[in-house]
C-alpha cells in the first residue's frame, strides 16, 4: 500500500541554520507528494506540493524536489527562523480521484534564537 | 484562514460513549474528509464523504461513520467509544472535479478525550 516514511524524532537548530527534513515513500503509481505545516495551534496547512518526478515544489524559502528514483520528497530550508517552529508532514495521494491523502508521522522542528 | 470550522474544540468522554464532530467546510468545496491523529502520529485517513455519500474509507471499524448534508457541512460520530479512541480529529475539505488542485484545507481539529 501506499506510505510515507519520515525521519525519526524532533529537530532543534539555531536561527539562519540550515534545514532538511527527510521523506520517502511507497506507493503504486506516480503519486502526487506534499508537505504540510502544522503551527502551533493552528490547523494543518499545505506547504508546498509537487504532482510529477524531478518537479519541485517551494513556498516560503522552502524547497522539495520529486525524486522518482530514490522515492524521495526532502524537504529543505536555506536559513530557518523561529517562526518556521512547527510540525512538519510529509504526505502523498493516491491518483484515484478522492485526495485521500497518506502522511508521515511529522517532525517537530524548533529553530532557537 | 482556511475557512473550515469544527466543533467543538475539545471534549471529554467516557469509554461506552457516544460522540458527534462537526465540520462546516470552506466555500465552494464539495468534499469532506476526516482524519484521526493520534499524539506524536501523523494523520490517518478515516473517511471522505462526496455528494453526501461515502466515498472511500481507511482502516476504521464501523463504529466510525460519518454524514455529509447538502450544504456540504459533515459530522462524524463514534460510537460505543474505547479509550484509543482519544485522538485529534482532522476534517478537511477539498474540491473534486474541475478545478481539483489535489490540495485538501484542514480544520483545527477537535480533540477527544475518552476516559
Known amino acids: 500500500g501506499n506510505s510515507v516514511t519520515q525521519m525519526e524524532g524532533p529537530v532543534t537548530l539555531s536561527e539562519e541554520a540550515f534545514l532538511t527534513i527527510n521523506c520517502t515513500y511507497t506507493a503504486t503509481g506516480y503519486p502526487s507528494l506534499f508537505w504540510y505545516v502544522q503551527y502551533p495551534g493552528e490547523g494543518l496547512q499545505l506547504l508546498l506540493k509537487?504532482?510529477?518526478?524531478?518537479d519541485k515544489g517551494s513556498n516560503k524559502g522552502f524547497e522539495a524536489t520529486y525524486r522518482k528514483e530514490t522515492t524521495s520528497f526532502h524537504l529543505e530550508k536555506g536559513s530557518v527562523q523561529v517562526s518556521d517552529s512547527a510540525v512538519y508532514f510529509c504526505a502523498l495521494s493516491r491518483l484515484d480521484g478522492n485526495n485521500r491523502l497518506a502522511f508521515g508521522k511529522g517532525n517537530q522542528v524548533v529553530v532557537i534564537p | 484562514e482556511t475557512g473550515v470550522t469544527q466543533s467543538p474544540t475539545h471534549l471529554i468522554k467516557t469509554r461506552g460513549q457516544q460522540v458527534t464532530l462537526r465540520c462546516s467546510s470552506q466555500?465552494?468545496?464539495?468534499?469532506v474528509s476526516w482524519y484521526q491523529q493520534a499524539l506524536g502520529q501523523g494523520p490517518q485517513f478515516i473517511f471522505q464523504y462526496y455528494r453526501e455519500e461515502e466515498n472511500g474509507r481507511g482502516n476504521f471499524p464501523p463504529r466510525f461513520s460519518g454524514l455529509q448534508f447538502p450544504n456540504y457541512s459533515s459530522e462524524l460520530n463514534v460510537n460505543a467509544l474505547e479509550l484509543d479512541d482519544s485522538a485529534l480529529y482532522l476534517c478537511?475539505?477539498?474540491?473534486?472535479?474541475?478545478?481539483?488542485?489535489?490540495?485538501?484545507?484542514f480544520g483545527e481539529g477537535s480533540r477527544l478525550t475518552v476516559l
Open positions: 478537511a475539505s477539498s474540491k473534486m472535479g474541475h478545478g481539483d488542485t489535489g490540495e485538501l484545507f
Open positions: 466555500s465552494g468545496h464539495n468534499t
Open positions: 509537487a504532482t510529477k518526478a524531478d
